[in-house]
């Protein structure tokens, strides 16, 4: 059974740093691309960052420059480095992978940010 840990959410002053990890269990991790997406409250979850197994990366827009998404195959473990947070940053922060032997889709619980002054 996969599941997916995510922890290092809470609250920033707008211009600050925060970094996301999320812990895979129950798959081949170095097999599968991992991403981390968010929701804010009345918008659609968007994708933040993605990373394959080749290690290709892609990013919204908008966090371009910003954030840095990395992985630890050792660990079974996705890292989102938030910097230069700002309040429309405020989400909720899912961890997403696609498994691709066998197939298959996997979030995480979610982990609070909050961008405030």
């Known amino acids: 059974q996969v599941q997916l840990v995510e922890s290092g959410g809470g609250l920033v002053q707008p211009g600050g740093s925060l970094r996301l990890s999320c812990l895979a269990s129950?798959?081949?991790?170095?097999?599968?691309?991992m991403g981390w997406y968010r929701q804010a409250p009345g918008i659609e979850r968007e994708l933040v960052a993605r990373?394959?197994?080749?290690?290709?990366?892609n990013y919204d827009e908008s966090v371009k420059g910003r954030f840095t998404i990395s992985r630890d195959n050792a660990k079974n473990t996705v890292y989102l480095q938030m910097n230069s947070l700002k309040t429309e940053d405020t989400a909720v922060y899912y961890c997403?992978?696609?498994?691709?032997?066998?197939?298959?889709?996997?979030w995480g619980q979610g982990t609070q940010v909050t961008v405030s002054s």
């Open positions: 997403n992978q696609i498994s691709y032997s066998p197939p298959g889709v996997y």
């Open positions: 129950g798959s081949r991790f170095r097999l599968t691309d």
């Open positions: 990373i394959t197994t080749g290690l290709s990366i």
